[in-house]
Nanobody
Framework: QVQLVESGGGLVQTGGSLRLSCAAS????????MGWFRQAPGKEREFVGT????????YYADSVKGRFTISRDNAKIAVYLQMNRLKPEDTAVYYC???????????????WGQGTQVTVSS
């Protein structure tokens, strides 16, 4: 099993930045893929981005391309989500997830963190 813990959420103004962290522990696997999802009030959970740790390949949703960046820790099973030029529409609970396939589908991720709230004020 894999345990995931997110941190770094908070309240920022429009145009500001936040950096989310996700640390993985437990019985991880070598080909692990880690991703970020978000869920706003009244909406379904949506894909944000994902990274494959083996080759640092990344994939982003169109809504965050150019503003959000996913990176990994070179020594630990951890990923980060750097969010720049934040908009009110980015307000959501952000979840870290882990799985075996690099995909935007949340159904393909087996492990999830508890989520961290990101609020962008106008």
């Amino acid at each position: 099993q894999v345990q995931l813990v997110e941190s770094g959420g908070g309240l920022v103004q429009t145009g500001g930045s936040l950096r989310l962290s996700c640390a993985a522990s437990g019985r991880t696997f070598s080909n692990i893929v880690m991703g970020w999802f978000r869920q706003a009030p009244g909406k379904e959970r949506e894909f944000v981005g994902t990274i494959r740790r083996s080759d640092v390949s990344t994939y982003y949703a169109d809504s965050v391309k150019g503003r959000f960046t996913i990176s990994r820790d070179n020594a630990k099973i951890a990923v980060y989500l750097q969010m720049n030029r934040l908009k009110p529409e980015d307000t959501a609970v952000y979840y870290c997830a882990a799985g075996r396939r690099m995909t935007p589908s949340d159904r393909e991720y087996d492990y999830w963190g508890q989520g961290t709230q990101v609020t962008v004020s106008s």
